[in-house]
């Protein structure tokens, strides 16, 4: 089977396969250098050191036979002699040595301390009955001694010397001890490394859909599938489900959009009916009360308001579906400033001021846009900040040229903006939270939305500072046109 035919795979099963090989391996190395050194130990260093300590002590009894006089060298040497000479050998760290022959067992001071004299029987024995003269004895609790039997040049009833050393006294073996503990910690080190290597590359895929996941929003769910190509199986039903489901939201959007959009289109007609009779009412007759008139004029200012919060939702649907036409064209820029200007001193009550006559050269300046929609930006930032601001406060417009770009700045000493509200004012249907809508108005959370999305067909865009208690400053860059 080739790997494009059985493209997923578990996690829980390769989790599973890689540590299970890691244990394994864990145990292989470990015995691998146990037994190591192990053998070395008995091979080498064990048997070398046994037959030159075993011949040092050997030589020791030899010397005090040496020393015998004729007659005394003669009667030599029975078991009992050779009870004198091992009495004088010093033997410590569990050491002991032996002479075995017929007569019995003779033995050095310790040794009958240490062990029981069947255990002294069974070390003599099992060193002589060795090939090499060398054995190793298991007294129990795993615990070993080495026998190292060496024979003695005096016949039947002396037999042999036997030397005795227990393992675990000797520094080799602890040696030994502390090389396998460190090993030991050396492999426990490398296994939870592997373990956490081997889980990182597990959990790659959940890390990469969590990634996948985080930069999808919901206007951007055309592209927003997660692909199921190589995904671990446990993974493929969430994967297709959100995949699924992601549809549906797509489907739900696209319906959303065209709901909004048609009911644009169908409200305006019979609004702008209305709106129309309503002004004819208003403007023809004579006869109406100052109540009617008032009434009639209430009904007229609402209808306005919602033939704008239409074109609004127009505007965003054409947006969304790409119909929306904004120009980039090079253009005046102060006609455009001025009829805003005209625009937002008839429709609010606060004084607004404006830097035009400072600004040098305005009258030759141009900018690349389309004039509609900045009048129409503008007019809706010059509409915030009066909505916002109380009735008698000054909104003031300001024009800055700074080298490739222009930018108009309206601002307001309204009740500024909390600083975590800033990016979100922009989003669509969003108000800012701590910012009171004040009484008589409205607030649809269009306007500032339209304004981003417009400025950005123009190649310009929009930024806010503000301050708490003392008011806001919304600025549009807009690109200058090259002089001819
Ligand atoms: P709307 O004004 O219809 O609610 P906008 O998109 O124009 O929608 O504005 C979004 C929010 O930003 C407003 O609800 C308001 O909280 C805040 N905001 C906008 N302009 C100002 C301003 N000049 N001063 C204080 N808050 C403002």
């Known amino acids: 089977m080739t790997a494009s035919a059985r493209p997923h795979w578990s996690l829980a099963r390769r989790f599973l396969w890689?540590?299970?090989?890691?244990?394994?391996?864990?145990?292989?190395?470990?015995?691998?250098?146990?037994?190591?050194?192990?053998?070395?130990?008995?091979?080498?260093?064990?048997?070398?050191?046994?037959?030159?300590?075993?011949?040092?002590?050997?030589?020791?009894?030899?010397?005090?036979?040496?020393?015998?006089?004729?007659a005394e060298a003669k009667a030599c040497c029975t078991i009992h002699d050779y009870q004198r000479f091992l009495s004088r050998l010093e033997l410590d760290d569990g050491k002991v040595a032996l002479i075995q022959g017929q007569a019995g067992l003779a033995t050095t001071r310790n040794a009958r301390v240490l062990f029981q004299p069947s255990q002294l029987e069974r070390f003599a024995n099992a060193s002589i009955k060795a090939n090499d003269g060398f054995a190793m004895v298991d007294i129990g609790g795993n615990e070993a001694v080495a026998a190292q039997e060496i024979k003695l040049a005096g016949g039947a009833q002396t037999g042999h010397f036997i030397y005795v050393r227990p393992i675990y006294a000797m520094p080799a073996v602890r040696t030994q001890s502390m090389i396998k503990f460190g090993a030991e910690l050396v492999l426990i080190l490398v296994t939870g490394v592997v373990l956490v290597m081997s889980a990182k590359r597990v959990f790659q895929p959940v890390r990469r859909i969590s990634t996948d996941l985080a930069s999808i929003e919901l206007n951007t769910l055309d592209g927003a599938t997660l692909s199921t190509a190589k995904a671990p199986i446990e993974l493929l039903p969430i994967l297709e489900e959100f995949n699924r489901m992601v549809e549906r939201l797509r489907q739900a959007a696209v319906n959303q959009k065209q709901f909004a959009s048609t009911i644009s289109h169908e409200f305006r007609t019979p609004l702008t009916v209305i709106s129309g009779f309503l002004q004819s009412v208003l403007n023809r007759s004579d006869t109406l009360t100052e109540q009617q008139r008032k009434a009639l004029g209430i009904a007229d200012q609402e209808v306005l308001r919602l033939n704008r919060m239409l074109s609004d939702l127009l505007d965003l649907s054409r947006a969304d579906n790409h119909q929306l036409s904004v120009r980039r064209d090079a253009f005046s820029l102060l006609p455009s400033l001025e009829h805003a200007l005209r625009l937002a001193r008839a429709a609010h009550r606060n004084p607004i001021h404006d830097d035009l006559a400072a600004v040098p050269n305005l009258a030759d300046l141009e900018v690349v846009g389309d004039p509609d929609r900045l009048v129409q930006c503008i007019g809706n930032l010059i509409g915030n900040a009066a909505k916002y601001s109380p009735p008698d406060q000054p909104v003031a417009l300001e024009v800055n040229h700074q080298g490739t770009a222009v930018e108009i700045s309206v601002i307001d000493q309204g009740p500024g903006i909390p600083a975590d509200q800033l990016e979100r004012i922009f989003e669509r249907f969003t108000r800012a939270e701590g910012v009171a809508l004040p009484k008589g108005e409205s607030s649809s959370g269009l306007g500032l939305s339209i304004v981003t999305m417009l400025m950005q067909a123009m190649g310009g865009s929009v930024s806010v500072s503000s301050t708490v208690g003392q008011g806001s400053r919304f600025s549009l860059r807009l690109p200058v046109a090259d002089q001819p």
């Open 18 to 70: 890689i540590s299970l090989a890691v244990v394994l391996g864990h145990s292989v190395v470990s015995l691998v250098i146990t037994t190591g050194l192990r053998e070395h130990l008995m091979n080498n260093l064990l048997r070398g050191t046994m037959q030159r300590q075993s011949l040092l002590a050997l030589n020791k009894i030899n010397d005090q036979l040496d020393q015998l006089s004729a």
